[in-house]
């Protein structure tokens, strides 16, 4: 397996306009999670699916973010409009089980100018 | 809300030497993991202990676990300059989900 797949890997973007981020997960995972990774907060988990099903989007810091996973190989992040505090890294990772071993995609490093 | 928190913030040693790193959690756990990320890269799964284990050895790295305190470490022995990087304690807490630290960056100079 190729393990998690993201794209794009970098995004620069105008304040206002939508940004859509791709992920695959590694087949036969059924947990798939988002993580946003800045300097100030760390590595913070903004939504998990087990089994395409959205759990706990608790982490999903205003409507302006979105995700869905319309099947068990892929999953998108949108966040829209975008604002310049969304710029961060942004990671999907999936694992067997929601608390084994995770596996990371090498993340989109999104830009909002 | 962060779970773990990894001491030291940074740690700067030589080759050869042992680096440590401590992790502070607040909650019960069923396991804790460590986790190294190479600059510009993803996470990557180092070791899990579960929170009836004591002690875990994976080649250079050893991770012991205390529950009564909370806490974890996690050694690297023999260091390398490869072993630069920042590592996470991720904490397993139900059956859902990992909460991440802040990470120690660890710097390996030759």
């Known amino acids: 397996d190729a393990g998690v797949i993201q794209s794009p890997r970098h995004e620069v973007t105008e304040m206002g306009q939508e940004v859509t981020l791709r992920c695959k997960p590694i087949?036969?995972?059924?947990?798939l999670f988002w993580y946003r990774q800045t300097m100030m907060r760390g590595l913070e988990l903004l939504i998990y699916f087990n089994n395409n099903v959205p759990i706990d989007d608790s982490g999903m810091p205003e409507d302006r973010f979105s995700a869905k996973m319309p099947n068990a190989s892929f999953s998108t992040l949108k966040i829209q409009p975008s604002e310049p505090r969304d710029s961060a890294v942004y990671f999907c990772a999936s694992s067997l089980m929601g608390n084994t071993e995770a596996f990371f995609g090498q993340g989109t490093r999104l830009t909002v100018v | 809300s962060q779970q773990g928190e990894e001491d030291p913030q940074a740690l700067s040693i030589q080759e050869g030497e042992n680096a440590t790193m401590n992790c502070s959690y607040k909650?019960?756990?069923?396991?804790l993991q460590w986790y190294r990320q190479n600059s510009g890269r993803g996470l990557v799964h180092l070791i899990l202990?579960?929170?009836?284990?004591r002690e875990k050895h994976s080649g250079r790295l050893r991770v012991t676990l205390d529950t009564s305190k909370k806490s974890s470490s996690l050694l690297i022995t023999a260091s390398r300059a490869a072993d630069t990087a920042s590592y996470f304690c991720?904490?397993?807490?139900?059956?859902?989900?990992?909460?991440f630290g802040k990470g120690t960056m660890l710097l390996v100079s030759p």
């Open positions: 991720a904490t397993g807490r139900g059956y859902s989900t990992l909460t």
């Open positions: 909650t019960s756990i069923n396991n």
């Open positions: 202990i579960r929170s009836n284990e």
């Open positions: 087949s036969g995972h059924d947990y």
